[in-house]
Nanobody
Framework: QVQLVESGGALVQAGGSLRLSCVAS???????????MGWYRQAPGKQRELVAA???????NHADSVKGRFTISRGSAKNTMYLQMNSLKVEDTAVYYC?????????WGQGTQVTVSS
């Protein structure tokens, strides 16, 4: 089993920056088999959507809506992941979730609230 804990969400003005963190804990064996980690977000009344993902090999994918503003990365300790968010917009307001996938399981964090004010 793997537990994911997000942090870094806050209230910020439009144009500002935030850095979200996700730490995976639990079975060292299972953490070692994580193939992809990602950030998703869900705004009120909307479906959860992929923001960015990173593979164990370091390949990244960012949603078109955040390209050039958000950057996903993994820490030197492979159980950590970050999302650097710059030039935040009001429409980025959402609960941001950390996700981790292995070959046969998927794990979610509880989410961290990001609110961008105009």
């Amino acid at each position: 089993q793997v537990q994911l804990v997000e942090s870094g969400g806050a209230l910020v003005q439009a144009g500002g920056s935030l850095r979200l963190s996700c730490v995976a804990s639990g079975s060292i064996f299972t953490i070692g088999t994580i193939s992809t980690m990602g950030w998703y977000r869900q705004a009120p009344g909307k479906q959860r959507e992929l923001v960015a993902a990173i593979t164990r090999g370091g390949n990244t994918n960012h949603a078109d809506s955040v390209k050039g503003r958000f950057t996903i990365s993994r820490g030197s300790a492979k159980n950590t992941m970050y999302l650097q968010m710059n030039s935040l917009k009001v429409e980025d307001t959402a609960v941001y979730y950390c996700n981790a996938e292995t070959s046969n399981s998927e794990y979610w964090g509880q989410g961290t609230q990001v609110t961008v004010s105009s």
